[in-house]
């Protein structure tokens, strides 16, 4: 699976091809360039769900308690 090295959007397409080879554009974040991460699918899933984990354990800290 393709994904942004800057934002790590799997919403990633290619915008020239050919002799010189690809250029790849990612659709969230607007990169633009030659190189692109090509991870198996299920090492971008787990790194996507430490992430969710990650978010919700900040979102919890910063909540005032009750």
Known sequence: MICCPKCGSTDVVMRYGGRLGRL???R???YQDWFVVDFPDESLKKMKE???LETLEKKM???PRR
């Open 61 to 63: 800290r910063n909540e």
């Open 24 to 26: 790849w554009l990612c």
């Open 50 to 52: 430490k992430e969710k």
């Open 28 to 30: 969230k974040c607007g």
